[in-house]
């Protein structure tokens, strides 16, 4: 299988650092195994939150013997530069956003589709499944397995000068998007200019004009400060692209088959406990945002819906796409 060229770019001076810095990221010491966890978010996300719960419940079921140290924003590197330390198996976990595994697996471009979900219960029977199951071990032969999926809620757009009724208000406008073909198709063909940028680096380019909006979930909105930039949230809700918890396949093969299962059992729990929490946020979030001064609003989603046809158009003809989509829209 060939991977994408770009994901074995040469590591920066930092990441090489890190190599060096979490040469032994599974270690043993007096009888615990020690993992380590890097990712993107802030720590009041409901995103690492679940993954503090995970940690906790890991130390429990294990009797001590298993522990996770968390480093969130972006501490250990960008989503990117984590994926590149866990197939080396110098970073043990990480947290990425299903559209960043595009460049591994070209199969995760699916969820990338606009409305692809009838509704809430069908997007979870999806992930929760066997399609969802065949997605997260298709992993392993690009030296990472997933674990379970998170909920990262639905993208709406929001921008900082002018509001988001229709796609053709996108027009003349650049909107960040991540490194994800689909996304960038998507801002496109809905009538937008799609600019990659890192979440990072976002907040400036908002507050100095690199881009005019953004995409992405009320939390993440929240609690990045963009709502201090962009005064304008459109909940247009057109994809659903989850987080996905992922493991080095070179940590999880030293694992004992007992630790590998009590690592997977606290990971499905902090799942289930992270979806409590993403309710919560989004309601919270919504609230705060508002009260902030953010003019939020709820704009057609049918306009939205007919503008992105020719994208399941085109992949309904793609041979890894196709098959995949087809299963998605004919499960109960």
Known sequence: MIMNANIFQPLNVISIFLITLLSVS?????????IKLGHGLDPNHPVHKGMEFMADRLYEISGGSMH?????SEQLGTERECLELLQ????????????????FA???RVFGLPYLFRDDE????????PIGQELLLSLESFRIRGLCFYDAGYRSFYTVNRPIRTPDDLSGLKIRVQESPMAIQMVNIMGGAATPVSWGELYTALQQGVVDGAENNPPSFYTSYHFEVA???SINQHTAVPDVLVISKHVWDHLTPQEQGWLQQAADESAAYQRELWRESTEASLRAVMEAG???MYPEREPF?????????RFRTDPRIGPLLEKITELE
């Open 68 to 72: 996770i140290d968390i480093y969130p």
């Open 294 to 296: 953010v003019e939020v």
């Open 231 to 233: 005064r304008y949230f």
């Open 106 to 108: 070209p199969q995760f």
């Open 305 to 313: 819906y007919e503008r992105v046809q020719p994208l399941y158009d």
């Open 122 to 129: 069908h997007r979870w029977n999806v992930k929760e499944g």
């Open 88 to 103: 080396i198996g110098s970073l043990a976990m990480t947290k990425v956003s299903s559209a960043v595994l595009e460049g």
């Open 26 to 34: 599974c270690a043993i010491e007096s009888d615990v195994t020690t």
